[in-house]
């Protein structure tokens, strides 16, 4: 069973940084596109970041210049480092992953359980 498992929530200050992890586990053939998500209460969940395999990478507008994403692809591991947080940063953030696990017969989208930062004094 391939599972995506998150790290690296918590509570920080404004202006403060954190770093989220996210591993794909399990029976894999291969990783395309791995990103972030999140989610704010009453909102609909919205891109963060993408990342592809070969190192492209998508921001969304608010997060440009704060946010970096980047991945090991031996490890099939995906980063969000966050810096400069702000108290709109505080979401659910759920990572994903483009990939195809063995056995399978195509790609498809996984998601992680999500993690909570929450920005604030």
């Known amino acids: 069973q391939v599972q995506l498992v998150e790290s690296g929530g918590g509570l920080v200050q404004p202006g403060g940084s954190l770093r989220l992890s996210c591993a794909a586990t399990?029976?894999?053939?291969?990783?395309?596109?791995m990103g972030w998500y999140r989610q704010a209460p009453g909102k609909e969940r919205e891109l963060v970041a993408l990342i592809s395999s070969g190192g492209s990478t998508k921001y969304a507008d608010s997060v440009k210049g704060r946010f970096t994403i980047s991945r090991d692809n031996i490890k099939n591991t995906v980063f969000l480092q966050m810096n400069t947080l702000k108290p709109e940063d505080t979401a659910v953030y759920y990572c994903v992953a483009d990939l195809w696990a063995v056995n399978t017969g195509s790609t498809k989208d996984y998601w992680g359980q999500g993690t909570q930062v929450t920005v604030s004094s």
């Open positions: 399990g029976s894999i053939f291969s990783v395309h596109n």
